[in-house]
């Protein structure tokens, strides 16, 4: 999808953080299972985006991953509400409504770009008049393809904007905690630091997920 050699190494390792991190999580054993699943989940969105600014990722069957993205929506939006105390479900709905977001973003991105024809020379795609709500971008262009549909191109805009808001909460988020971390002796991390690495992995994705959705346009 990404023309731009360097767009896709920065987009690359935007997408790269969150995947080792979940990986890294899920290996580490040290929290619930229920958190290692949604750091799994992470993790595999993540290597799935990283394929998908590459020629090569838009091979990839669309129909497993959409399914598997709204899989991921639903377990975040249910796995955490559900676990919580009644008074704090809320709550925990709210903390879950980024997740959700991301994992339904992912499943309607890989909806559109699977249902379109790949570009010349990327695989047997369908014809370009066989799918109007895309458009192939000319030589000069950040990316291979985009949208034209005006319903498609206002839904990438405003999944964009949420992206970019979800981001840098994650990132303020993560400044709040690594500026909090007290001091300790040399080498030894203090948790709240440690901590802080969690939502900056997630305002990376973020990041670049919104950036993905604005070159759509």
Known sequence: MIAASGLRWVLTVLYALPALYGLRSVVARDGALVD??????????????????WPWGMGLPAGPQVWLFVA?????????P???QSADRGRALLAALPH??????????????????????????????EMPG???????GATTMGLTGSGQRLT??????????????WLARAFDLARSAPEVASGSVPRSAAGALGPACHAAMGLGMAAMFALLM
């Open 36 to 53: 290692r699943i949604g750091h799994g989940l992470h993790a595999v969105m993540g290597l799935l985006m990283i394929a998908m600014v």
């Open 72 to 80: 991921g929506a639903l377990w975040f939006g249910c796995a955490g």
């Open 82 to 84: 559900l676990r919580a």
């Open 100 to 129: 959700v977001l991301m994992m339904g973003a992912m499943a309607w991105m890989v909806a559109v770009m699977g249902s379109s024809p790949m570009p010349a020379g990327q695989g047997g795609g369908r014809a370009m008049d």
């Open 134 to 140: 895309m458009r192939m971008a000319g030589p000069s």
């Open 156 to 169: 990438a805009a405003v999944l964009a904007v949420l992206l970019v808001v979800v981001a840098l909460r």
